[in-house]
Every structure is written in C-alpha cells, then in structure tokens.
C-alpha cells in the first residue's frame, strides 16, 4: 500500500514510526497486560529502542499518536498478503483502552487502505480468549471467517510442551466495506 505521510482522525494521527518514538513505544510493549496475547514477552528497554528503529524501516507498521500531545499510544499492524489481502493488527497503552480510540485508528486505516484500490480484502486473526481484540473486529464489520481449533502455539510448558491455542480468524472485503 502507498501511504500518504500520515492519517488524522478526531482524536488521532497516524504516521509512520520513528526511532525516537522508543520511550513511548517501551511503556506498553514492556507491560505484561498488554502483551499477553503476544507471541513474545515484555520488551526491554534496549528490546524497545531496536524494535522502535525496526519498526521506523517497516512500512507495514503505523504509530498511532494523540493529536493534542502527540505521544504514541499504539500501533496498528498492517501487512500484505497474496491476492491484494492485508493483514491487520493493534497493539496499544492500557490507559488508552475503553476510548474507542483503537477502533478510531483501524477504522481510519482500513478506510484509508480500501480508498487506494489496491485493497481487496483485510484479514485478522486473534485467541478466542482474547475478548477485546475480537469485539474490535466486529466494531470494524469484519466476518467471523473461522475458529481452528488448537493450531498454533507460541510459548511452550515446563516440560517443553507446546501450549496449543485456538484462533478466531476474521475478514471483510472491499465490497463489504462499501455497503
Ligand atoms: C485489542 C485492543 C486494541 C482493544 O482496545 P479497546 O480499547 O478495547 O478497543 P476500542 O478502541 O475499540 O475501544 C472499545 C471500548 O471503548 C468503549 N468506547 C468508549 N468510547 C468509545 C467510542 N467513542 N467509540 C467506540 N468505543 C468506545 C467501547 O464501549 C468499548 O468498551 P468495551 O470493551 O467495554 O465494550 C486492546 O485491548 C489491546 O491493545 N490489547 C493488547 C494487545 C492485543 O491483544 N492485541 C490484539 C492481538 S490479536
């Protein structure tokens, strides 16, 4: 997708990463609650410089800032797949939940990515535990594609076992969007 510079909505601007933007991105990477779902654990410090420079040379992820403060209170995900499919993902600060303010951003993102044309369709998959980012999706008008039952895994036991977990997978069309 050939993104403009940034998106604003109400509340929100959406732009590319910097690296300075580690600070902010630490706060909620390094946060237990907020990771959970994650297929990695809290960040470092250093983990979280890296990532904010990794993530400055990635075009497929978005800060997602206040426009009053301009701080980074979360990112959106947003990768390309085969046959004009992205992928979409959220990640954000706790004290930034419960705002509507995720769904803002996806929403301007989604709106954003179907406009180019390039877009046909946005996928997303998620735990079925993970209750918040489901209720996302469908505030965003995305199907309930799929639920696979045991298919993936992302940390192991104390004995080394992996700890199967279940996936949601979800997705909407351009046509769908424009209804
Ligand atoms: C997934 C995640 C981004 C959802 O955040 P969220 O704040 O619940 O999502 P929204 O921004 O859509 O906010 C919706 C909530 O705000 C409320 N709200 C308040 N004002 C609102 C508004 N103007 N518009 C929409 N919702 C509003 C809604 O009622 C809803 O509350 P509810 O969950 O109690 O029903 C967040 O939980 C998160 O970052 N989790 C950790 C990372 C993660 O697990 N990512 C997904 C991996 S698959």
Known sequence: MNFKSMIETERLIIRRFKSEDWKDL?????????????PYDPFTE??????????????SFFAVTLKDTGKVIGNLYFGKGDFDTYEIGYVFHT??????????????????????GKVRRIIAEC???????????????????????KNIYFFT??????????????????????E
């Open 26 to 38: 630490h706060e909620y990477l390094s946060d237990e609650t907020v990771v959970r779902f994650e």
């Open 46 to 59: 250093d983990e979280s410089k890296l990532e904010a420079i990794r993530r400055s040379e990635d075009e």
């Open 95 to 116: 004290n930034y939940w419960g705002q509507g303010l995720a769904t803002e951003s996806a929403n301007a993102l989604m709106n954003y990515a179907f406009d180019t």
């Open 127 to 149: 735990n079925p535990e993970n209750t918040s980012s489901w209720k996302l999706l469908e505030r965003l008008k995305m199907r309930r594609e799929g639920h696979l039952l």
């Open 157 to 178: 036991d104390e004995k080394n076992q992996p700890i199967w977990q279940d996936t949601y997978q979800y997705a909407i069309l351009v046509s769908e969007w424009k």
